[in-house]
């Protein structure tokens, strides 16, 4: 395969931005002559960002799974489309061709099409980084059914919720799941989810763990009888043989929930072209990936990053991916580069809070390990602080290789500012130039372009895109007009991305991170109100407000302040109870790092938290805490100030 559309200078990339800009339809156009198509479209583009409305290849019929697996068969169908590592390095890797893909992904499609799931069905895929989570996924973009895939580490009440809110009817999971040295229940997790649902008919349940669970007659399946059962259908004479649904361009292929600064999360909505041609193009360039590569993205397919760049960017692009079922510390800190060595892994890509906590191990665990088969890093979630890029540029890379830190959200579907490896130069900590097709731009409160620097040289504003790229969400799953209002009605004809940025003199893009209420805790994306919801869940609570603190691994900590109607003496034990509401009711993730019990919070007259002053204490600032004149109470202010927690 050929990637006539892969920047390899500079200058291409120059004259690439150029036409994506120019002549948007005409570049996409272009590009899209890579895939395989069973109709071309009408229109490569057509939108407005009021209402918003944005669709690509409009009329354009396809399947997502044949340009991920079908058309690759007859040059690469012996070629390993994943590498799989499972989290007990002692147990057996699993290699899966594209061929074998090709085969599972069929009997995956039939099994779902047997137990009645339809195109356009909902359905929930909760389950440990295994292959077969692969099977599943791609199993339902064959039948065009919507997959809605959720982190394992969610509780019970939060996939209750995704449920309800996507409608979905049907569910696959695992008994459990292996992660590190902990077994995690998932199955179990589910039965707690649907307590009353009424609306899930199926759930199909793959056997990993062996942990004993419960199968309720009429409704659980397992995997492995049904996926023998469907064998039979899809192979006949030895031939794999299984329609793929024939998909409209913007049909939609999958939600996937985010948190916003309201609210619940709510259900982000990617269609099937456009994503698939802007997952593939920028994996393509930004990773300057080429053919023989092996790529090892170390997110959990729960996230985007696992959608984007484990499943739908490398396999549309015939490559190799290392999928990892287990965590980077176990059994010991040199996992990745163990996993790195054995597979002879070309590409790296993980996160900022990944290779802060590893640092924290020293370069030991990195001694004797040959990472000489690396030739390109990538960070994403999180802006990169420079002492982490340069341990993974001086420890892991060599310094022979470039590190692309790539900016991009759910909502994007795939990398919109980036350097390209080895074409753009890194600058440490910024993710640099837009890619082809992206127009960033920075504005003030009131949505005017910022056009003055500040003494640094920088233009500094909020970050907004001005017009559509292939992979921009199109809505948020049953409720459009959310959508609306989260991304586009800020700044009326913009899309906001809800991030602060930097912009220099040459161009280059720096994301100071969020300016809405939303945290990034390990990568994670969590909302400040989502935390708080959970927290006034507990018996006794009062109120709640929650801001984000530096913290050296996670990039930002959770730090709750909490009035409680009556303090009980034993104030450890109502944080740790406090804890086990926020996992009943997120999960774990969610878990605030400090609680600091308060007899009330700095609030306006008109009763809005200063959230401005909770961040600077939670900061560790206690004096200079800006105009409190305005506030109800600002005596509260000290009195919170002098019991702040510290480490
Ligand atoms: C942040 C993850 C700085 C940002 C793909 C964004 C980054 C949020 C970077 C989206 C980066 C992601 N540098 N910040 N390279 N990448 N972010 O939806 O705040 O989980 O808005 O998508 O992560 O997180 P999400």
């Known amino acids: 395969m050929s990637y006539s559309y892969q920047i390899r200078t500079e200058a291409d990339y120059r004259t690439a931005y150029q036409q994506s800009v120019e002549d948007p339809e005409k570049f996409w156009a272009a590009v899209a002559e890579n895939f395989s198509w069973k109709k071309k479209w009408d229109k490569v583009l057509s939108w407005n960002f009021e209402e918003p409305k944005v669709e690509w290849f409009a009329g354009a019929k396809l399947n997502i799974t044949e340009n991920c697996i079908d058309r690759h068969l007859s040059a690469l169908g012996d070629k390993p489309a994943l590498i799989w590592e499972p989290n007990d390095p002692n147990e057996r890797v699993r290699v899966v061709t594209y061929n074998r893909l090709h085969k599972r992904v069929c009997q995956f499609a039939q099994v779902l099409l047997n137990n009645g799931v339809k195109k356009g069905d909902r359905v929930c895929i909760y389950m440990g980084m295994v292959p077969e989570l692969t099977y599943a996924v791609l199993g339902c973009a064959r039948i065009g059914a919507i997959h809605s895939v959720v982190f394992g580490g969610f509780s019970a009440q939060s996939i209750a919720d995704r449920l309800e809110d996507a409608k979905a009817t049907f569910i696959v999971t695992c008994d459990g799941a292996f992660r590190g040295n902990k077994d995690i ?14 609306v899930v008919k199926k759930v199909i349940v793959y056997t990993r763990t062996r942990t004993p669970v419960s199968m309720l007659k009429g409704r659980d399946v397992w995997w492995e ?9 899809v192979e006949v004479n030895g031939v794999v043989q299984q329609e793929a649904a024939v998909m409209d361009a913007e049909d939609p292929l999958f939600i996937l929930y985010t948190s916003g600064s309201t609210g619940k999360p709510k259900g982000v909505v990617h269609t099937t072209a456009g994503y698939m041609v802007w997952t593939n193009y920028t994996f393509v360039n930004a990773f300057q990936y080429q053919p023989s590569d092996i790529h090892f993205c170390t997110a959990d397919i729960g996230w985007i990053t696992g959608h984007s760049y484990i499943l739908y960017g490398p396999l549309s692009a015939g490559a190799t991916c290392v999928m990892f079922e287990g965590i980077p510390t176990w059994p010991d800190a040199g996992r990745f580069w163990e996993i790195v060595e054995k597979h002879r892994v070309n590409i790296l890509y993980t996160a900022p809070t990944a290779i802060r906590s590893l640092m924290g191990f020293g370069t030991t665990p990195l001694e004797g390990k040959d990472l000489s088969s690396l030739k390109v890093l990538g960070t994403v979630g999180e802006p990169i602080n420079e002492e982490a890029w340069h341990w993974y540029n ?20 795939g990398c919109m500012i980036s350097n390209m490896a080895g074409v753009t130069p890194g600058i440490p900590s910024w993710a640099s130039l837009p890619m082809p097709g992206i127009q960033p731009i920075l504005v003030d409160e009131a949505g005017k372009e910022i056009t003055e620097k500040d003494q640094h040289g920088h233009y500094k504003g909020n970050l907004c895109i001005k017009a559509p790229w292939p992979g921009i969400l199109r809505t948020t799953y049953g409720d459009h007009e959310r959508c609306r209002q989260n991304y586009f009605s800020t700044y009326p004809g913009l899309y906001f991305t809800g991030d602060g940025a930097l912009k220099d003199q040459q161009g280059n893009f720096r994301i100071t991170g969020r300016v809405d209420d939303v945290l990034n805790v390990s990568g994670h994306r969590l909302g400040t109100a989502e935390v708080e919801n959970a927290i006034n869940m507990h018996a006794g609570v009062v109120e709640s407000a929650v801001v984000g603190y530096p913290h050296d691994i996670k990039g930002q900590g959770v730090y709750a302040y909490v009035i409680m109607d009556q303090l009980h003496e034993d104030a450890q034990l109502t944080r740790k109870n406090i804890l086990q509401t926020v996992t009943r009711q997120i999960g774990p993730i969610a878990k605030p790092d400090k609680i600091q019990f308060v007899k009330g919070l700095p609030k306006t007259r008109s009763g809005k938290i200063m959230r401005r002053i909770l961040r600077k204490i939670a900061e560790g600032e206690t004096k200079n805490l800006g105009d409190t004149t305005t506030l109800l109470d600002p005596a509260i202010v000290e009195e919170i100030a002098a019991g702040r927690i510290v480490d």
């Open 185 to 198: 229940p998932l199955k179990s997790v589910i039965d707690d989810a649907l307590i009353g649902n009424k």
């Open 225 to 233: 009888d049904e996926m023998e059962h469907a064998e039979s259908q």
């Open 394 to 413: 001086k420890n892991v890379g060599k310094e022979k290789c470039p590190i692309v830190d790539t900016w991009w959200q759910t909502e994007t579907g």
